[in-house]
């Protein structure tokens, strides 16, 4: 082999390693730029792609997936002067390599100083229950501004998140007190308000009872008024019936009303409960009297009825002495 072979053979493996330089394999999730005399030229995909060796080169090699930055704890100032400390967590993914490879230097730090420097401001915008109390709302305002300020680097902001708000151990104490405070108030005004209750249903209860009191009353008074309405009418008719024989002629109709309102007379004195003896200067005479009178009217209402029979036994022999009528004084 001559040295003409060994030079055309040295030559081949020259351009054949120099072909082999502008073969470059791209894995998932990167981004390369090429670069042609030092100028950004295009963007290559994953998989394997062809350069123009010599000319061109590999410029920057972007990682296009989702990506975690971890903000560190910083001091914030709120809006009522309260000092307080708070970290977070941010989500960005490149969607444009170029951009993020030539528009901004130190990608990762950019962001980084980018994403504590909107924290403070939002913030250090808002009073400190608000701030502890709307986590949300702190979220999103932080993902809409850092994302607009990122997005000429060819960056998405997916997500901000605040990990932890630490207010100074005396803030702490301070709002424990005062959430303590609030509890005792709520619990006294729910006391109040059971109390209240209470009262208002004792009254209602109390209300219903005299109402109904007063209707049984109302109904007593109505039945005790028809009662006596009955009585009265009783009395009337039978008075009515006395006067009727005392008209007729009949004298035994005086001695039984006499009789019937002298007995009841007696049974009031009677009964009286302040009185425990009586004594009472009368003739016993009288009121037998009186009851002979009585007695002749019921013998008279008797002998009505049984005259019919007292015919049909007219034949048959008396045993005894038919009984005569009470005298009278």
Same mark, same amino acid.
């Given at each position: 082999m001559g040295g003409m072979d060994i030079a055309v053979i040295a030559f081949v493996v020259f351009v054949f390693l120099v072909l082999l330089t502008g073969v470059k394999t791209v894995p998932?999730?990167?981004?390369?730029?090429?670069? %042609?005399?030092?100028r950004?030229? #295009?963007t290559i995909e994953p998989g394997l792609n062809v350069i123009i060796p010599v000319f061109d080169r590999i410029g920057a090699k972007m990682n296009v997936m989702e990506q975690v930055l971890d903000v560190p704890t910083q001091e914030v100032i709120t809006k009522d002067n309260a000092s307080v400390s708070?970290?977070?967590?941010?989500f960005y993914q490149v969607l444009n390599a170029a951009q993020a490879a030539y528009q901004v230097a130190n990608l990762e730090n950019a962001l980084l100083n980018l994403t504590m420097t909107n924290i403070r401001s939002v913030m250090g915008s808002m009073d400190l229950d608000e701030l502890l109390s709307n %986590?949300?709302?702190?979220?999103? #305002?932080l993902l809409r501004v850092v994302d607009e300020a990122a997005n000429p680097w060819g960056i998405k902001i997916t997500r901000v998140e605040i990990k932890d708000i630490a207010p100074p151990t005396d803030l702490v104490e301070a709002m424990a007190r005062q959430m303590k405070a609030e509890r005792e108030k709520r619990a006294q005004v729910l006391e109040a308000e059971g109390a209240r209750n209470a009262q208002i249903l004792r009254a209602e209860g109390a209300k219903q009872s005299a109402i109904l009191q007063a209707e049984g009353q109302r109904e007593a008074a109505y039945r005790e008024a028809e009662a006596r309405e009955r009585l009265a009418e009783a009395e009337a008719k039978a008075t009515r019936m006395v006067s009727e024989a005392i008209a007729a002629g009949d004298v035994q109709a005086i001695n039984y009303f006499v009789?019937?309102?002298?007995t009841e007379a007696l049974a009031s004195i009677g009964t009286a409960n302040n009185q425990k003896i009586v004594l009472m200067p009368m003739e016993a005479a009288s009121l037998i009297g009186s009851l002979g009178g009585i007695g002749a009217i019921a013998r008279e209402v008797f002998a009505e009825g049984q005259q019919p029979a007292a015919r049909s036994r007219a034949s048959t022999p008396r045993t005894g002495p038919a009984p005569g009528p009470l005298e009278t004084p």
């Open positions: 998932q999730g990167y981004r390369y730029t090429v670069e %042609r005399f030092g950004y030229v #295009r708070a970290d977070a967590v941010a %986590r949300d709302t702190i979220n999103d #305002r009789a019937q309102k002298y």
